[in-house]
């Protein structure tokens, strides 16, 4: 049996991010990527991909549209997202660090 205990925070077609209430770890899904992260690393990851700018990151990609290469702690598994999906990618991340506050504000009876 599994002990997670996971609470969704963010939830639409394409992302879904949770945290444990037992181990308090953020599980990030995008699309088939699965990505776990403890409370401090999500706001730093969630920091540095707000700091990226589309128009200053993007590349040819395969001549399709530009695309912005996100890396992950695996150096070889990358997020690849047009302007559309990057922009939906960062506010759905806020959205989750918003959320991640308001869930510490609960807990902690606050």
Not at 54 to 72: D, M, N, Y
Request: glycine share 6%; charged share 20%.
């Amino acid at each position: 049996m599994c002990a997670c205990q996971p609470v969704s925070l963010v939830e639409s077609d394409y992302i879904n991010i949770s945290m444990c209430l037992g181990c308090k770890r953020v599980g990030l899904h995008y699309k088939n990527i699965l990505c776990g992260f403890e409370y401090y690393d999500y706001e730093q990851f969630n920091e540095s991909v707000q700091r990226i700018s589309f128009e200053k990151h993007a590349t040819e990609f395969c001549g399709q549209p530009r695309h912005v290469i996100l890396s992950t702690c695996h150096t070889d598994i990358q997020f690849c997202f047009t302007k559309t999906e990057f922009k939906f990618f960062k506010e759905a991340l806020n959205q989750g660090a918003l959320m991640l506050e308001v869930q510490k504000a609960i807990t902690s009876g606050l």
